[in-house]
C-alpha cells in the first residue's frame, strides 16, 4: 500500500488548509496512521495521530486546538485540517502509516514506529 499525501499549497498566516493523505489500497485493521513534518533544515518532527479507530489523537503541543487529525477507513484516507496557520507550520507533511504497538503519545509520535511513508506536501505559510 502506497500513501499520497496532498493538499499542500501557499496560504497566508491565520488561514487554514486541510491535508489529504491517500492509500492506494486497503489500510489493514489497526493501523496508525500519522502526519509529521520536516522544515528546511530542520529534523522531521511529529505532528499529530490517530489510532484505527478513531478514537485516540495525539498532537505535538504547537498544534494543539489548531490542527485535527481524522481518518476515514471507509476511504483509505486520513486527513489534516489546519487553522490559524503560522510562518512556522511551513514544511513538508508526511502522513504516514504504522502497524507498531502504540499506546500513548511518547509511542504515537516517534517516527522509528512507522513503516509506510508517503511523499510530502508543501505547505508554505507567507505574507
Known amino acids: 500500500v502506497q500513501l499520497q499525501a496532498s493538499g499542500g499549497g501557499l496560504v497566508e498566516p491565520g488561514d487554514s488548509l486541510t491535508l489529504s493523505c491517500a492509500a492506494s489500497g486497503r489500510l489493514d485493521i489497526g493501523t496508525h496512521m500519522g502526519w509529521f513534518r520536516q522544515a528546511p533544515g530542520k529534523e522531521r518532527q511529529f505532528v499529530a495521530a490517530i489510532n484505527w479507530a478513531g478514537t485516540r489523537t495525539f498532537y505535538t503541543d504547537s498544534a494543539k486546538g489548531r490542527f485535527t487529525i481524522s481518518r476515514d477507513n471507509a476511504k483509505n484516507a486520513a486527513y489534516l485540517q489546519m487553522s490559524s496557520l503560522k510562518t512556522e507550520d511551513t514544511a513538508v507533511y508526511f502522513c504516514?502509516?504504522?502497524?507498531?504497538?502504540?499506546?500513548?503519545?511518547?509511542?504515537?509520535?516517534?517516527?522509528?514506529?512507522?513503516?509506510?511513508w508517503g511523499q510530502g506536501t508543501l505547505v508554505t505559510v507567507s505574507s
Open positions: 504516514a502509516a504504522s502497524h507498531a504497538l502504540l499506546y500513548d503519545r511518547e509511542t504515537y509520535s516517534e517516527s522509528g514506529n512507522y513503516h509506510n
